[in-house]
């Protein structure tokens, strides 16, 4: 499953009561030159399943999911698609509606800090807007993000989970329902860190359960099954840690050492008392493997 946002505008009236989204495969420049856009490519490589964030009028108004592969048709024939090319590539789409919709601005100073530089193309300008662009492919983690604000993890944790699932055996419900707590920081993966980690962050070493929470090293959205409940891709650490290093504004060395990025200024460290907390507590090789991911993510050194 992928994820992807598009913007619509005049074509929304024709979405909503036909069921597909179209874009040209090229258009022709004012010098007769053909153009090919990367935001009318992703419609082709959309697939079955896959998860489309709808916005008009600034507002995630609702979302389409994926009936069909991406497959070519000449331009619809409605007045809205006038402008465009004869060919271009359609998708056919099940309409979710929201019961309130996403404001732009709700969300986009958290989507350009976390999750922006791995959008393609970038959906924010430096000026918070959104870009002139169609459709754009989203990380798994940003759509997971995204589906929180519109309240339809639900509708998405079935479908990850089964293509999270290694073996050919059926998932138990016991199983998915050990997952859907993991990816909230709950049951058996919490009580696991919290014996891994002796009831401590790992980190400050703060004791009080109220206050840390049990953090995938690898998000939830971006694993398989087994490293959705793996201990090892886990760290207890206290809830303001625990914000940092999921936003990659911190992460740790193989050897446990505290990283921070340079987005975090010396007044922002002295107040977050990342100069007292400098290593983890001892990690695994299997820990080390996974915080080896967080920092290529992170384009930590």
């Known amino acids: 499953m992928e994820f992807y946002w598009v913007n619509i505008g005049g074509t929304y009236k024709t979405v909503l009561d036909q069921y597909f989204l179209w874009a040209p495969i090229s258009s022709i420049s004012s010098i007769g030159n053909e ?33 069909t592969d991406a497959y070519q048709q000449s ?45 393609t193309p970038s959906l924010f300008n430096n000026r918070g807007t959104l870009n002139q662009i169609y459709m754009s492919h989203l990380p798994a983690d940003a759509g997971m993000f995204l589906l929180e604000a519109t309240k339809q993890t639900k509708l998405i944790d079935e479908a ?33 860190l919290i014996t891994r980690w002796e009831g401590r962050c790992a980190l400050t070493g703060l004791q009080n359960l109220n206050l840390v929470i049990a953090s995938h090293i690898v998000p939830w959205a971006l694993c398989d099954n087994e490293e959705r409940l793996d201990v090892n891709n886990g760290l207890l650490l206290a809830a303001h840690i625990d914000r940092l290093f999921d936003q990659g ?52 050194a």
């Open 75 to 119: 331009k619809p024939g409605n007045s809205a698609f006038e402008q465009w090319d004869e060919m271009g590539n359609r998708v056919d789409v099940e309409i979710i509606p929201l019961d309130r919709k996403i404001p732009r601005d709700e969300i986009s100073q958290e989507f350009i800090t976390r999750f922006d530089d791995r959008t």
């Open 249 to 300: 504004l911190i992460s740790f060395s193989n050897l446990g050492e505290l990283q921070i990025a340079s987005k975090l200024n010396a007044e922002d460290r002295d107040i977050l008392g990342l100069n007292r907390y400098t290593k983890l507590r001892p990690l695994t090789s299997a820990n080390q493997s996974y915080l080896t991911k967080h920092r290529l993510r992170y384009n930590f």
């Open 160 to 192: 990850l989970i089964d293509a999270g699932n290694r073996s050919s055996k059926n998932i138990t419900k016991t199983t998915r329902e050990m997952l859907i707590q993991a990816r909230l920081g709950q049951g058996k993966f919490r009580q696991d």
């Open 35 to 67: 153009v090919t856009r990367l935001y009318w490519d992703n419609v082709a490589n959309v697939k079955q399943g896959d998860v489309i964030f709808c916005a008009y009028n600034q507002c995630i108004g609702f979302l389409a999911l994926a009936q």
